[in-house]
């Protein structure tokens, strides 16, 4: 089902008077000329609309609820795909999903957020928000990886990672430091793309690796605007106000130079829109990654990637 956040409503009407005209035409009455008037119309509508979002807008773009989640850039992507569950501890995550698969013939270790769309999906991946069970889950995938010398592609869209009692408990926050100090040493490529949202230390926990990409329309931030509001203002409405203090897009993090690789394009109109072209960019961003990082040694992979986060801070003495 199309959904359309606040700033999309201008497209609504256009976009249901294109679908009417394609139901009403047929061999003897042909809308085929207002069809392509009307489409003309949309698109350049939607290129305005899309041309000068606010970093808000563009949240609500990255949490939007047809946006492409893991699973679906599997399908759209990979091949031969291989799920396994399980942390080998406590028991199997559904907000996160591990696996192994084929990127055009090469095997790799596929490893991402999930969120759901419909109520009970939401509530059986828990909106996206792994426990400790799912980055222990993830690194046994990782590590099952660099045995067999598989490259590693993750894909981060989470709000954070789970905060409640029973997941610390269990030691969230010694999981999340354990896959990034684990992930550092790993000896085989990792390639990190931010498809939605990438929230603090949740999103952290599956995203040390040799190129990390952002999608156009992502966000990448140690809180959310909300979180964000609510500690400083007290009033977490004040989500607006909190997203363009935090500078979270895509772009404004590539302004940074230093915590990300590449900013990959979305279809006009975000990727909600067309998930099949959305993925096909992608593949084709990954592989390129990819390729640029097969030829090296395994203690050349390790020190790029600590060289790569060691630039992200400055000492001053």
Known sequence: MQHYLDFEKPLVELDQKINELREFSTSDVDFSSDIQKL???SQKLRQDIFSKLSRW???Q????????????????????????????NFRDDPAMVCGFARLDGQPCAVIGHQKGRTTKE???RNFGMPNPEGYRKALRIMKMAE???LPIFTFVDTPGAFPGIGAEERGQA???????????ALRVPVIVTVTGEGGSGGALGIAVGNRVLMMEYSVYAVISPEGCAAILWGDGAKGPEAAEALKLTAHDVNELGCVIDEVVS????GGHNDHKATAAILKGVLKKHLSELLPMSPEELVEQRYQKFRAMSQIAE
Do not use: C, S, Y
């Not at 047809?66 to 679906?72: A, I, Q, V």
């Not at 010694?174 to 550092?184: F, P, S, T, Y």
């Open 57 to 59: 807008q563009r949240t």
């Open 266 to 269: 979305e279809p006009m109109g």
């Open 122 to 124: 939401k509530v059986h």
């Open 61 to 88: 773009l990255a949490r939007h609820i047809n946006r492409p989640f893991t699973l679906d850039f599997v399908e759209h992507i990979f091949t031969d795909w291989f799920e396994v569950h399980g942390d080998r």
């Open 174 to 184: 010694e999981a999340i430091a354990r896959n990034l100090r684990d992930m550092a």
């Open 39 to 41: 489409e003309r119309k």
């Open 147 to 149: 045995q067999f010398g």
